[in-house]
């Protein structure tokens, strides 16, 4: 396949690149596609006639977010739209990403992909947006997929890190964690869902429409983190500590696993979250640390 990558500078977009043997992969930087110049990407669709677009570039730092919306739809929606309408002009697929954030309220089993969402903050408002656009837009080629705590060996750009090396640091620091407790998740690899995105685009069933793609299970923030710290045999302490699903005025989501169906129909599912974890500390730790069983 003839893939365009946007966002390839990104931890998912690293582990695409890293991951896609036997694809041609263009992947050029925000200068040459930049969603916030919307002719500009799609001229580039049209000059190239990719078979896949892979979105992996977005706004999503949420605080900067909730104080510039304007920021947040123009790349989040306005610049997604614009690639789902150059995709379907080319007939190309495109497969662009959304978040957990999408969805809010009380709930204590994984969100299924048509569950219905209710977006807490801007953050949340303008990745429903664009994935109402892209699905608009391309009905027939856009593949719109929804994960969740994403990290990888390189930090994402926007975010500057992730929480796992964040907490790797602390941890090894002997630092006391405090963490929150009450807000639940499916923490995922990069390098797991890369692999799995490249198996949904060779499948001959994946049609276009909602995914979820996450390690598989749920944890809170604490239990991700106790985790961590075990894992690495760190001196660290970490405690539990319930923030009312808030980062001061932005709300958060107090349960926002994934489940993953649709793919799984097709045999495409990542391994349990401890599973994932384990392999990236033992591959990242310094100096190798001690691993627990
Ligand atoms: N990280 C998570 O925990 C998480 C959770 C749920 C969903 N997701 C979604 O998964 C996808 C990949 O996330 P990630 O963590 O890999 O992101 P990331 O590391 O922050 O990388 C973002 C990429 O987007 C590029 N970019 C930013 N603004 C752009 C623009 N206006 N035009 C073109 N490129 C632009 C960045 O390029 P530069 O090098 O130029 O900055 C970078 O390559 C995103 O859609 C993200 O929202 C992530």
Known sequence: ?????????????????????????????RTLCDLERPAQCAALIADERPDVVINCAA??????????PASALRINCIGVRALARACAGADARLVTFSTDYVFGGARSVPWRELDAPQPLQV??????????????????????????GL????????????????????????ERIGMACEQVVSPTSAADLAIAVLALLVHPD???????????????????????????????????????????????????ALANTRAAALGIRLRPWRDALAEFIESTAPGGAPLKS
């Open 151 to 174: 990290y990888a060996r390189r930090g994402s750009r926007s975010r500057g890190g992730n929480f796992v090396l964040a907490r790797m640091r602390e941890a090894l620091a002997g």
């Open 206 to 256: 994946a049609g276009a429409g909602i995914y979820h793609l996450v390690n598989e299970g749920a944890c809170s923030w604490y239990e991700f983190t106790c985790e961590i710290v075990r894992l690495l045999g760190a001196p660290a302490e970490v405690v539990a500590v319930d923030r009312g699903a808030r980062s001061g005025a932005m709300r958060r989501p107090r349960y926002s």
């Open 59 to 68: 706004f999503h730092d949420l605080p900067a977010c909730e104080s510039d």
């Open 1 to 29: 396949m003839k893939i365009l990558l946007i966002g390839a500078s990104g931890q998912l977009g690293g582990e695409l690149l890293g991951h896609g043997d036997g694809h041609r992969i263009l992947a050029p930087p």
């Open 123 to 148: 953050y949340g408002i303008s990745r429903l947006a664009g994935e109402y656009a892209a699905l608009a837009e391309a009905p027939a080629h856009a593949l719109v997929v929804r994960t969740c």
